[in-house]
């Protein structure tokens, strides 16, 4: 039993030491590294594109040296370095991190900006990357997200270098957000649901007054409310559409550039003439 006993020992020793050989040469590789060192790898790392390396350089870096400045500048990378490599939950959790470690930090405007990013990159599938397609179409949840976080932005830092774009994207989220809500008017009217087709009209009208998705919603109503017997509602609504279309108090959607408009694609859909 006892040569047995010693196979054993010899054994575990031998995983001992394998597992210390995988699990620390890159400690002792870097053992001793300077703060500035291992912020250097990083950068490194991060200019060529192996962001899981300068993820791990960072990481090392805020572990070693959690009070010093590159600490909290390593907080921040680390979140622009998840975001590059595609991992959203991550680089949102990061910025997160760091505006709570950090809220009287300049760069805290940055980390919501990155965040609103993240988001606004959620609405967009792979193809929509590189195609013209209807986002408004997709799952509103992360549109909402990012419009949160650039709101925010503008609203805590309406100086700072990021709330220009942060502004252009507010308005695209804000259309795009309509833009559903009409999608889901529509689909109800085509499916008999006129009363849902109200709510989600009326949900336009009451918080997307300024997108060009408010003449839809107004016509979506009149017709609904057509459709329902209630003809009185309807002229109200048929009104109010005729009084703002009179006065050009519509806003336009740039992106028909005399084309044959989102909002008439619509009513083919419906099968409805507006």
Known sequence: MIPHKRILILLLATLLI???????????KTRGWSADKLYSKASKAMADD?????????ELLEARYPFGPLARQAQLDTAYAYYKSDDPDSAIAAADRFIRL???????????YLKGIANFNRTLGFLERFLPTDTSQRDPRAALTSFKDFSELVRRFPDSEYAADARKRLLYLRNNLARHEIHAAAYYMKRGAYV??????????????????????LTIMAAAYDKLGMKDLASDARRVL????NSGAFVEDPRTHGKRSWGQRIWDFIGLDR
Not at 50 to 57: F, H, L, P
Not at 102 to 112: E, F, G, L
Not at 242 to 245: Q, Y
Request: glycine share 4%; with cysteine.
């Open 18 to 28: 394998a597992g210390c050989s995988l699990f620390g040469d890159e400690k002792d």
């Open 50 to 58: 192996d962001y899981e390396t300068a993820i791990k350089y960072y």
């Open 102 to 112: 950090n809220p009287d930090n300049p760069h805290v405007a940055y980390a919501y």
């Open 196 to 217: 849902a087709a109200v709510e989600r009209a009326d949900y336009v009208v009451k918080h997307y007054q300024k997108t060009p998705s408010l003449r839809d919603a």
């Open 242 to 245: 005729t009084l703002n279309a």
